[in-house]
C-alpha cells in the first residue's frame, strides 16, 4: 500500500474543503476531537460532522431532555465518547456521543460562557465551568451530578472561560474587562492578567490601580501551552504567560471583534504555535512571537462575521462558523516546490495533490490507479496525433497532383 505524504504545512492562505450552509441553525460555538466535529446552534441543538466523510452524523434533539435556547459553549470529553454542552437559558446536558441521549442534567440560572476541562485524571477531570450573568462561576462535575462550587468573579457576566491544557488552573474573563486566575483545586485565585503591568509599582499605587485585562467587556479567551490570549470589546488583542500570567504583547493590530445576537464568547484555537483569531469576515493566523499577520482566510469563505474557529489536526484542518450561518471546513494550500535534480520530484506532487483529495489509504490508492490509467491514455493519444500526420501526407500529396491536373485541364479549355 501506498504511503501517504507528510501533511501540508500551514504557511499560506488556506483552500475551502468543505463549505456548509447551516442559516437555519446559526453555529455559535464549536469543538473537535479526532475526526469528528462539534457545532452548537442557536436553535439548541447541538449538531455531530465527521470532517474525513465531510457529513453529518447526527443531532442532539430539541426537548425537555436537551435545549430550546441558544448554545453558548460545547466540549468534548477526554474520550471522545461524551460531550457537554450549555445554553443561555441554564441549561447544562452531558451527552452520549453514540446514542445522542442525555446522561446527566443541571438547571442553572442564565448562563454567559461554558467550558470542559481537559483534564483525563484528577480532581478536575469531567468538571464543566460555566459563567453566570451575575459575576460567578459554577464548577459542575459530571461524575457526581453536582455542582460543588462557585468562584466569585466580579461585577457583570462572566464572558469567557478557559482551561490550561496541562494543570487545573482556570481563567474566568468578565464583561467588566478582568480576568482572573484560579487553581480550582483550592478554589483560591491565583492571580488577575494586568494590561498596565505595574509590577514594579510602589504597593501603595498598585494597590488602589483595578487590574483589568482590557478596556471594556471580553469576548476572548484562550491557552496555549505556554501562551494565553484575550481580545475584548477594546478591539485589542493581547499574549500573556500562561503560567505566571505576565503581559507579553500587546503589539498586534486592532482585530474586528463583531458584536453579534448570540450570547456565546467568540472562540480562537491554536495552529502551529501561532494564534488562530476570529477578526471580522476573516479568521486569521497571528504569530505570537512577531505579533505580525501570517495570513488570514480568502473573502469568499464566510459572509458574515466569523465567531468561532477550532483545529483538527488529526485530518489537518481547522474549522471556523461565522454569524450568518456559514460552517467552514479549511484546509491548508497545496504548495509545491520546484523539482531540483530529482528524478522523483514529479511523482509526489502528484502524490500530494492525491492525498489532498483522498478520504483514507484505500481511496488513495484508487485515485492514484486513476491517474496513471489516465496519464497512459493522454500518452497513447499523444502518440497517435503525431503518427496520423505521417499516414495522411502522401494522400495530401496525391490530392494536390490531382487538383493541379485539374486546373491545367480547365485552363487549357
Known amino acids: 500500500m501506498a504511503q501517504q505524504p507528510q501533511p501540508q504545512p500551514w504557511t499560506s492562505r488556506p483552500e475551502i474543503d468543505t463549505n456548509y450552509d447551516l442559516r437555519a441553525q446559526n453555529v455559535t460555538c464549536l469543538a473537535t476531537h479526532g475526526t469528528k466535529l462539534l457545532a452548537g446552534s442557536a436553535d439548541g441543538r447541538v449538531a455531530l460532522y465527521d ?38 437559558a441554564g441549561n447544562v446536558v452531558v451527552w452520549d456521543a453514540h446514542q445522542m441521549k442525555a446522561a446527566c442534567r443541571f438547571a442553572l440560572p442564565a448562563l454567559s460562557s461554558a467550558a470542559l476541562s481537559p483534564m483525563s485524571m484528577g480532581p478536575t477531570a469531567a468538571v464543566c465551568a460555566v459563567g453566570t450573568t451575575d459575576g460567578a462561576c459554577r464548577l459542575c462535575d459530571a461524575r457526581s ?32 474587562g478582568a480576568a482572573h486566575l484560579w487553581d480550582v483545586r483550592t478554589l483560591k485565585r491565583r492571580g488577575s492578567l494586568d494590561r498596565h503591568d505595574l509590577s514594579g509599582a510602589p504597593a501603595s499605587i498598585n494597590d488602589r490601580v483595578a487590574k483589568t ?15 494565553l490570549i484575550t481580545a475584548g470589546a477594546d478591539e485589542r488583542l493581547r499574549a500573556w504567560d500562561a503560567e505566571s500570567g505576565a503581559l507579553v504583547s500587546d503589539a498586534f493590530a486592532p482585530v474586528q471583534i463583531r458584536g453579534t445576537r448570540s450570547p456565546a464568547p467568540l472562540q480562537a484555537a491554536f495552529l502551529e504555535g501561532s494564534a488562530l483569531i476570529p477578526d471580522g469576515r476573516h479568521a486569521s493566523l497571528l504569530s505570537l512571537d512577531s505579533a505580525n499577520e501570517a495570513w488570514r482566510t480568502p473573502e ?64 488513495f490508492d484508487a485515485l492514484r490507479r486513476e491517474f496513471e490509467e489516465s496519464r497512459r491514455a493522454a500518452a497513447e493519444d499523444r502518440r497517435r496525433a503525431r503518427e496520423r500526420p505521417a499516414e495522411e501526407e502522401p494522400r495530401r500529396r496525391r490530392r494536390r497532383r490531382v487538383g493541379d491536373v485539374v486546373r491545367r485541364a480547365t485552363d487549357r479549355s
Open 51 to 88: 470532517l474525513e466523510k465531510r457529513s453529518e452524523i447526527a443531532t442532539t434533539p430539541r426537548d425537555r431532555s436537551g435545549h430550546d435556547r441558544s448554545i453558548i459553549g460545547c466540549s468534548w470529553f477526554h474520550d471522545g465518547g461524551v460531550f457537554v454542552s450549555a445554553c443561555c
Open 145 to 176: 451530578g453536582a455542582c460543588h462550587s462557585t468562584l466569585t468573579h466580579g461585577r457583570g457576566a462572566v464572558s469567557a472561560l478557559a482551561w490550561h491544557p496541562t494543570n487545573d488552573t482556570l481563567l474566568t474573563a468578565g464583561a467588566d
Open 213 to 227: 485585562a482590557h478596556d471594556g467587556g471580553l469576548r476572548l479567551a484562550a491557552f496555549g501551552d505556554t501562551s
Open 300 to 363: 469568499a469563505g464566510h459572509a458574515g462575521g466569523v465567531r468561532a474557529c477550532a483545529v483538527a489536526s488529526s485530518v489537518n484542518r481547522f474549522v471556523a462558523c461565522d454569524d450568518r450561518g456559514g460552517l467552514v471546513v479549511w484546509r491548508p494550500a497545496l504548495v509545491v516546490e520546484p523539482a531540483v535534480e530529482d528524478d522523483d520530484a514529479p511523482q509526489i506532487r502528484v502524490d500530494v495533490a492525491l492525498a489532498a483529495e483522498a478520504d483514507d489509504a484505500d481511496d
